[in-house]
């Protein structure tokens, strides 16, 4: 299949970016910006953007106008995602924007059904809160506007010092740049953890988490760096987990001795090359387990391991299930 057949097979996601008035334009900047790399960097997902706005433009925070925005869509598919935009307060000499923000919540409202996820960047979560579509969720949002949205909406659970939060179809963070956190956790579920990666590499930012937002896939673990021989290391480790590494060979990917890819990766990894070498075997192993019916042997075979005992030696340490119970708890 040649890369344009492959094009033309792409899932396609829509994606309607709502700009309030006055929106803060890295509320908008830095989540697009991940969806359009995530269409460079992989051929299985489509995200099929659209600004979409009350009026056919918009003032930003920083001044800059934002012209030929689409009309408010009568209907939006299965499937869809909204982002919606926080924004910041109007100058003293603004019109008024209360007719418009009313627009707004009267067509979220209408808009969001089961099926479309919302996504709220900063105080868009006020907004949706006001539309009624917050309620009975986790959500979150800028921390000067927790308690506009806790009054919106008294049934949802208005989580403080969170990034992001995910409650079913509903994402939420916290603002600004928590906005491109967000995406690219959207973009590790929606295409792969390795195209997160690559995009977050690219934008030169972290993946980064609290203790409480939702846990990042085992693959990026050790990625919250930017050291591009360590990464070089890591990413041949990914992609070949059950591969035989050796120090000397990660060393010569590394372009660096073993003593200094060992020491550099430990500082910036977070773990020793063993470590993640044995970390990216679990997780494939967990990947098989859940995929296939293959006995422990194969498993562990396909997996990197040179045995099934040597497999559950490795395996306690970062499971608390067996693999036996936890494949069986996949099926369930």
């Known amino acids: 299949m040649t890369q344009s057949d492959r094009h033309l097979h792409r899932r396609i996601i829509p994606v309607y970016v709502l700009l309030p008035p006055y929106t803060l334009l890295m509320d908008v900047a830095g989540p697009v910006e991940v969806l359009r790399r995530a269409n460079i960097e992989q051929d299985d997902v489509l995200f099929d953007y659209q600004f979409i706005a009350a009026q ?16 408010l869509p009568d209907h939006i598919p299965d499937g869809a995602y909204v982002i919606l935009s926080g924004s910041v307060t109007p100058p003293d000499d603004a019109e008024d924007i209360e007719p418009e923000l009313a627009t707004l919540a009267t067509w979220l409202n209408g808009a969001i059904r089961p099926g479309i996820t919302l996504v709220t960047i900063c105080s868009g979560a006020v907004l949706a809160a006001r539309a009624g579509l917050m309620d009975g969720y986790a959500c979150t949002t800028h921390a000067a506007c927790l308690d506009e949205v806790r009054e919106f909406a008294p049934t949802a659970r208005v989580l403080d010092n969170r990034l992001y939060v995910e409650d079913r179809d509903r994402y939420s963070s916290a603002g600004i740049t928590t906005g491109t956190d967000l995406m690219l956790h959207l973009a590790s579920k929606l295409t792969s953890p390795m195209t997160a990666l690559t995009i977050a590499r690219h934008m030169v930012v972290y993946m980064r988490r609290t203790g409480a937002e939702p846990q ?39 372009a660096m001795s073993a ?12 773990l020793s090359v063993t470590a993640y070498v044995n970390l990216m075997r679990v997780t494939l192993a967990r990947d098989v387990l859940a995929n296939s019916r293959l006995d422990m042997e194969r498993v562990a075979e396909k997996s990197g391991f040179a045995s099934p005992r040597h497999m559950r030696r490795v395996w306690s340490k970062y499971n608390a299930l067996p693999p036996s119970h936890y494949r069986r708890s996949t099926a369930e």
């Open 56 to 71: 056919p433009s918009q003032t930003t925070s920083v001044g800059l106008t934002l012209a030929d925005l689409k009309p």
């Open 259 to 270: 003593r200094h890819i060992s020491r550099l990766f430990q500082e910036h990894a977070g």
């Open 216 to 254: 990042l896939s085992p693959w990026l673990s050790g990625r919250n760096h930017v050291h591009p021989a360590i990464h070089r290391v890591q990413d041949a480790i990914m992609a070949d987990p059950a591969h035989g590494w050796s120090l000397a060979e990660l060393a010569g990917i590394g």
